[in-house]
């Protein structure tokens, strides 16, 4: 399973906390979970990936509290980022994509990168969220919608 998802999780993870070493750490701490747990899983088709999706996604919450409360008590970072391979007009439109997904209310944004950047089906992001399929459409939708407005005005809300 490891090798099979792992790429994936990372990606899935990446895109929720924005930094690639953060990422791979919920990823692993995942596995680290699934490890412990193994015994009490049953495998039931995709039953496990299903629960490393959803400790991904619960460790990407807690790093997010976490970011909260220390740039509430660090003081601001100075510098740009280092600029990558990616022209400035790619990185900015990425820039500002970014931003308005971490605009969107949390639920949003979980909707909208498990439905369209990990590409699952309705069912599969209701089952990850223990939500019900309408709840996810819904959140599709409100996050769409919003995410259009703000690159339609080019600055998150």
Known sequence: MFGEHHLELVRLALVMVGDLATAEDAVQDAFERLHRRRHGLRDE?????????????????SLHRRAVVA???APALAGPAAAGPD?????AERDVLIAALRSL???QREVLV?????D???GEVAQILRIGPSTVRSAAARG??????VLEEGVPQ
């Open 45 to 61: 088709g995709d039953g496990l990936l299903r629960y490393a999706r959803s400790a991904v996604l619960n460790r990407c919450r």
């Open 71 to 73: 740039r509430k008590h």
């Open 87 to 91: 022209t400035a007009a790619q990185a």
């Open 105 to 107: 209310p949390r639920r």
């Open 114 to 118: 498990l439905r369209y950047y990990a």
């Open 120 to 122: 699952l089906d309705v």
């Open 144 to 149: 769409l919608a919003r995410v259009a407005r």
